[in-house]
């Protein structure tokens, strides 16, 4: 059955510091990959997607994210998070019978000055 | 404007009320989907509809009901709200033209049921 898992609940890092969110999923098929952002009191926001090609993706505001298929891992990674970074990141993969998404549980990212 | 718009924003209600929230989008896709989010547990699909004429259950469909009005008007209702239905929802979008098509979300509707 497909799924994705978010081992992390939340994560707490400093500002400054680099991040590394962790996803894990499984997936009959090459699956589409996704990494969203929610920040406070909005929706969901695309951050960067892959399919195919370079393993390592670029997304929007600095992240970036490599797969890889040996571990079934697609893991969010930005090298310096700044304060405006704390938010809630899901993981998702897709798509499934019916053009649907799965999503994992979230993290969410605490940035301490 | 917002591509994908959900009203209301906030609505508190009693158990036992009928309770309708509504998305609009003005991106032209025909896929159309409304999620739940509750902490801990992510986003869980309760319908989602390929087009006008096409509406699918999701995974947690019981207690919930939808019509698509239009291809850009999908509207969730709650026949008779309970208090385990207190969530936040989310309604969003996909191009059925573009296989690895993202979803694109509203800002969500905080339902607290009484």
């Known amino acids: 059955a497909q799924s994705v898992t978010q081992p992390d609940i939340h994560i707490t890092v400093s500002e400054g510091a680099s991040l590394e969110l962790r996803c894990n999923y499984s997936y009959g098929a090459t699956p589409y990959l996704f990494w969203y952002v929610q920040s406070p009191g909005q929706g969901l926001q695309l951050l960067l997607k892959?399919?195919?090609?370079?393993?390592l993706v670029q997304g929007i505001k600095g992240f970036e994210a490599e797969f890889k298929r040996s571990q079934s891992s697609f893991n969010l990674r930005k090298p310096s998070v700044h304060w405006s970074d704390a938010a809630e990141y899901f993981c998702a993969v897709g798509p499934l019978e019916g053009f649907k998404t799965i999503f994992g549980a979230g993290t969410r990212l605490f940035v301490k000055a | 404007d917002a591509d994908v718009t959900q009203t209301p924003r906030n609505r508190i209600t009693k158990t036992g009320k009928r309770i309708m929230l509504e998305c609009s989008q003005t991106k032209g896709h025909d896929r159309m989907y409304w999620y739940r989010q509750d902490p801990g547990l992510g986003l869980r699909l309760i319908y989602y509809s390929f087009d006008v004429k096409d509406i699918n259950k999701g995974e947690i469909s019981d207690g919930y009901s939808v019509s698509r009005q239009a291809q850009a008007k999908f509207s969730l209702s709650l026949e008779s709200a309970i208090p385990n239905q207190t969530a936040l929802y989310f309604c969003a979008t996909s191009d059925s033209r573009d296989r690895g098509s993202e979803q694109f979300f509203g800002p969500g509707t905080r339902l607290t049921v009484l």
């Open positions: 892959y399919f195919s090609g370079d393993t």
